[in-house]
């Protein structure tokens, strides 16, 4: 099982980015997906998670309004769509695949190898 993440890059404060994850190896459409993130010196804070269906999505209260998850299960991927970004959002965002949607890490059993968000001011 492979999770890869992609679309990180730098951008200005009030920008948009849309971060990609494609799994591999496992069908991703039966199974939760979630993404998270991590700043330089703190700890892995979650973002959002999608249910299998992607009936049911949560939200770090930080990124309300303005980060939005989905998914295509055709293309075994989920998205993260970052609009209105700001410094603070700057970190490693981490895709992760669950039995269930989840603001745990523990709750989630594969990680991806992240992708570098830079937000300038």
């Known amino acids: 099982v492979q999770l890869v993440e992609s679309g990180g890059e730098l951008v200005q404060a009030g920008g948009s980015l849309r971060l990609s994850c494609v799994g591999y190896?496992?069908?991703?459409?039966?199974?939760?997906m979630g993404w998270f993130r991590q700043a330089p010196g703190k700890e892995r804070d979650f973002v959002a998670a999608i249910s299998w269906s992607g009936g049911t999505t949560y939200y770090a209260d930080s990124v309300k309004g303005r980060f939005t998850i989905s998914r295509d299960n055709n293309k075994n991927s989920v998205y993260l769509q970052m609009n209105n970004l700001e410094p603070e959002d700057t970190a490693v965002y981490y895709c992760?695949?669950?039995?269930?949607?989840?603001?745990?890490?523990?709750?989630?059993?594969?990680w991806g190898q992240g992708t570098q968000v830079t937000v300038s001011s």
């Open positions: 992760a695949t669950g039995d269930y949607q989840s603001t745990m890490e523990h709750d989630y059993n594969y």
């Open positions: 190896g496992r069908t991703f459409g039966a199974y939760a």
